[in-house]
């Protein structure tokens, strides 16, 4: 849930500022539309403040700041960078962040119309991001477990939202995830929540990824999602060929991961459209495009 007690505003990011970093309080502030776990603040031309909105934030921008730093100097495309940390005070109990602003609309907002350019793109990111990770890598929760610990999940989006004439199609492919062997590598570094709200667009292709507060070690499948749910039908097939260290069994459980992940995208849409708590209005033909091309682009 949000946190209504403190409501956030542009005067109360200027007097932050103020108050434990003066040399920044100059910059123009203009907040910034979407965020789920924090509300963001463009500052100036080249950071942004983030401000955490639920009872997670801290602990996730806490990981973003411990790791990013490690990760974002082998990421071939433009990623947040802590720049300063805020501390909780009595003007706001919370620490936040002063981070890069990576420039580019978020593809929610946006469309790929160079798909091959954003395949080869997305595969060399995830190529760079997919090592192995170091022992005290975090672990997440809630995801980074095989499909077949998500079937109730699943049964509720699905249950929710999925449109009638492709329903069997699309529970044919959550069943052929759930049915494919288990990840047997190492964790990997993975990011997490791929999808388009997390990533921003320039010039028809991607051009940076955002929000790595659910970065996690484990099964690459669930950043191998984003084949379906990121990139324009068609792509799927270049996307692979070019990440090139995928076996079939990591593939299956992508496609279903990326069913999963459409059918709550389009959930959340819904739920923006009736005006109710985290909608995102945007988020739900996001979600359907994503889901019809995990129902049509399944060939490798």
């Known amino acids: 849930m949000a946190d209504v007690e403190i409501e956030i505003t542009a005067d109360l990011v200027h007097k932050l500022l103020q108050e ?6 100059g910059l123009d502030i203009r ?10 603040w463009r500052l100036g031309e080249e950071l942004a403040v983030r401000m955490p909105r639920t009872e997670r934030a801290p602990d996730l921008q806490r990981k ?15 990623v947040p960078n802590p720049v300063r940390i805020g501390e909780p005070s009595a003007r706001f109990p919370k620490p936040w962040t002063v981070m890069t602003w990576v420039p580019g ?18 595969a060399a990111f995830l190529t760079a991001l997919h090592v192995e990770a170091p022992e005290d890598a975090p672990i997440s929760s809630d995801r980074s477990d095989h499909p077949k ?21 699309v529970r044919a492919v959550w069943d052929d995830a759930v049915a494919a062997p288990e990840w047997e590598g190492p964790p990997l ?43 324009p039908a068609g792509a799927t097939s270049r996307f692979f060929d070019a990440y090139a260290q995928a076996d079939e069994a990591t593939i299956r459980r992508a496609r279903g991961l990326a069913a ?18 985290g909608g995102k209005p945007t988020w739900g033909p996001a979600g359907r495009a994503a889901l019809d091309r995990v129902v049509s682009d399944g060939s490798m």
């Open 189 to 231: 570094w993975v990011h997490g929540d791929l999808h388009p709200a997390n990533v921003v667009v320039s010039n028809g292709t991607l051009a940076g990824v955002i929000d790595f507060g659910d970065v996690f070690a484990g099964d690459p499948a669930w950043d191998l999602a984003a084949a379906w749910v990121i990139l």
């Open 260 to 277: 999963l992940k459409s059918l709550f995208l389009m959930l959340m849409g819904q739920n923006g459209e009736r005006g109710l708590p």
């Open 31 to 40: 907040e910034v539309a979407g965020g789920w776990d924090n509300q963001q």
């Open 105 to 122: 609309e978020p593809l929610d907002y946006s469309s790929i119309s160079r798909g091959d350019h954003a395949a080869d793109t997305l």
């Open 64 to 78: 973003e700041c411990r790791w990013l730093p490690v990760l974002a100097p082998r990421l071939p495309l433009p």
């Open 20 to 25: 434990q970093h003066p040399d920044l309080a």
């Open 149 to 169: 610990k998500y079937t109730d999940g699943f049964d509720h989006f699905f249950h929710a939202v999925v449109p009638d004439g492709i329903a069997d199609d």
